[in-house]
């Protein structure tokens, strides 16, 4: 029976780059060693890193214009740090909307002051905040683009003289936007792009010049930019499987024909939530998020109708957070429209059942 993966991460990823990726750990590219034996220096990897970092600046239309992506490690909670301890001088701005950013904001502390410009906790984040001011003279903005947890996600993101930087772990490459407003994104593979142990960073050339104190090489961002991405041993097998990701998301015509299936598999599904009163969203409708749909079910005995259900049609990963409870639809880049519409008629069943 075919699985339908929702799971919040790491993701589900397409069948043609597991079968690549997989084939590569036996033997890649006809060499008779495997990708996860062969040197990191060697020019067989070197030449993935390059394309990989090349191919993430041309999928976030960066290329030629004075940005770096690097391949680190550590998942997005070390660029919690790593971005405060480069770039946080004395006081930074923060958009508080769950459970990441409160994280990124605790680690920030230990190195300078940590203004939350705005929150959506009053409401267990179940919206982005709007309408705040930004004040002039920050080090930077730092926001989170989606929330995995909570279902919310930035439809628009703020005017500031100071850099912006962005957390976009759960919706990076999956729509369109001006990524040239940002100065610095990061995000973990392991969301929308590959297997866990690999995080994109994309920075910005010229923010590089605004750090003002001594950091270790290791979570010094020039260290690895001097370095291209190659500092220390990387993680070769998720940035493999990655580049084989962004290959594939090229294949399917980049990020704008990518969003238009992102967004029918998202209406598919809230179209269903909103018509069925079994069922009741989490997020505030305007600020729902299209990777990851939160959800609950009104009459408590259908619960374990719907669980059986969904375990019956195949569907893994539909539990929500422990901090939120309920439901959560996780819909990647890589899931099929056929996944969603198991996942809508077993959600339209349960409201004739019940």
Not at 33 to 61: K, Q, T
Request: net charge negative; proline share 4%; charged share 20%.
């Amino acid at each position: 029976m075919k699985k339908h993966n929702f799971s919040a991460g790491p993701c589900i990823l397409p069948k043609s780059v597991l079968l690549q990726a997989a084939e590569a750990v036996q033997d890649l590219d006809g060499s008779g060693l495997s990708l996860i034996e062969i040197s990191h220096r060697s020019p067989a990897f070197v030449s993935i890193m390059e394309e990989a970092r090349s191919l993430a600046l041309e999928m976030l239309g960066l290329e030629g214009k004075g940005y770096q992506a690097l391949f680190l490690q550590g998942g997005a909670s070390t660029q919690f740090l790593m971005v405060a301890y480069n770039f946080l001088n004395t006081r930074g701005g923060y958009v508080n909307t769950g459970t990441w950013s409160s994280k990124a904001m605790k680690e920030a502390g230990f190195f300078g002051e940590v203004l939350e410009l705005a929150s959506s906790k009053d409401k267990n984040f179940a919206y982005i905040p709007k309408g705040y001011t930004i004040p002039e003279g920050l080090d930077y903005v730092h926001l989170t683009s989606n929330n995995t947890i909570f279902g919310t996600q930035f439809k628009e993101f703020p005017k500031t003289n100071s850099p912006l930087i962005c957390d976009m772990s759960s919706d990076i490459f999956s729509r369109e936007l001006a990524f040239s407003q940002f100065d610095l994104i990061y995000a973990g593979a392991q969301k929308n792009m590959g297997p866990a142990g690999a995080t994109l960073v994309v920075v910005k050339e010229e923010l590089l010049d605004k750090m003002a104190r001594e950091v270790p090489s290791m979570l010094n961002y020039k260290t690895h930019v001097s370095k291209d991405s190659m500092f220390n041993t990387p993680p070769v097998f998720p940035v493999y499987t990655s580049l084989l990701t962004l290959r594939w998301l090229k294949e399917q015509g980049g990020i704008a024909a990518i969003e238009e299936v992102n967004e029918r598999k998202a209406n598919l599904f809230y179209s269903e939530l909103d018509l069925n009163p079994v069922f009741t969203g989490f997020a505030e409708k305007e600020d729902r998020s299209v990777m990851n749909a939160t959800f609950d079910i009104t009459v408590d005995e259908l619960k374990p109708v719907f669980e059986k259900a969904c375990e019956s049609a195949g569907i893994n990963g539909i539990k929500g957070h422990r901090s939120v409870g309920g439901y959560r639809a996780s819909m990647y880049n890589a899931l099929g429209m056929d996944s969603v519409g198991v996942l809508v008629d077993i959600m339209s069943e349960l409201e004739r059942k019940g």
